[in-house]
């Protein structure tokens, strides 16, 4: 189980592809505001002999490669995504610019030719949206390494109507409410083990439906879908659920998220390790996760 659960994670949580990426607009106002695709930086000679952090300083700005449309890691929208926001902090309480190169995670190639087509090549100093357990191997195979993890992701307990009040599944298993799980993942494996009443929805988003619709009263959700659920409401839609009290995701059905980088660019990795302790100690990084309208987890040990 452990295997399909690094290989769900791995596609839940990071970038498993990439594509060639169009020159952007240089009228178009996310441009302006400091967002690139198609950039290369620096001497491939420096690349090769001097830490990014020294590259970062002499050209005075952070460049990250980033999904355009993850939400809520990172999208070309606004607002930019938690990733995007934590990194931006990073650089501007660093004296640099920031910028973003944009790569398309959905297409075939996996992870291993998103990270070829983008830091591996030189066009970023960070690569965003890994999944600490989920993308080991290729992070291994690649040269790379993590940063701090930031936060913590897995799955979280939604309940309304009969489920209202539950905060375990054991609960919900004593009143025989059926939980709403996406077939075929780590959580739905659970489940059944566990012999906890579910019903089986195609991915999260109909899991979402069924509970707007009141058809479910219970589910167990991948946390980041709560965003749009956030974005839905913000567009004046009726949603009455909400994460159980106290619920916390179960061990062996939750990651840690981080950032990617060279492990050559070991002075890089202090650097973006001492600024991620210092944001999560002060509450920096929990007050921009939860603006995108889900709980915040640090990083579990």
């Not at 600490?132 to 309304?160: R, S």
């Not at 489940?191 to 991915?203: A, I, K, N, S, W």
């Amino acid at each position: 189980m452990r295997k399909f659960q690094q290989a769900f994670a791995a596609a839940a949580l990071s970038l498993v592809a990439a594509a060639a990426v169009a020159q952007q607009d240089r009228s178009d106002p996310h441009f302006q505001a400091g967002y690139r695709e198609g950039a290369k930086l620096d001497d491939p000679a420096d690349r090769k002999s001097t830490d990014a952090l020294t590259r970062i300083k002499k050209r005075g700005r952070m460049v990250v490669c980033a999904d355009p449309n993850i939400y809520p890691y990172s999208d070309k929208g606004d607002p930019p995504g938690f990733d995007i926001e934590i990194m931006r902090e990073i650089a501007k309480r660093s004296g640099w610019r920031f910028e973003t190169y944009w790569i398309d995670t959905g297409t075939r190639g996996g992870l291993g030719r998103a990270l070829r087509q983008s830091i591996l090549q030189g066009s970023c100093d960070i690569f965003l949206g890994l999944a600490v357990g989920g993308t080991d191997e290729e992070m291994a195979e690649k040269k790379m390494t993590y940063t701090h993890p930031y936060i913590g992701l897995g799955y979280v307990l939604v309940v309304q109507g009969q489920a209202a009040g539950a905060k375990t599944l054991d609960d919900l298993k004593q009143k025989n409410v059926k939980v709403a799980v996406s077939m075929s993942t780590p959580m739905d494996d659970y489940l059944f083990t566990q012999e906890v009443p579910r019903d089986l929805f195609l991915g999260n988003r109909r899991i979402v439906d069924s509970l707007e619709a009141g058809k479910s009263d219970a589910a167990m959700v991948w946390l980041t879908t709560l965003a749009e659920v956030a974005r839905d409401r913000a567009a004046n839609l009726e949603v009455k659920f909400s994460v159980a009290e106290g619920f916390v995701p179960l061990p062996g059905l939750r990651w840690n998220g981080a950032f990617g980088l060279m492990e050559r660019d070991k002075e890089l990795k202090k650097h973006l390790d001492e600024m991620i302790d210092t944001l999560i100690k002060e509450g920096r990084i929990k007050a921009i996760v939860e603006s995108y309208g889900i709980p915040y987890y640090a990083p579990f040990s």
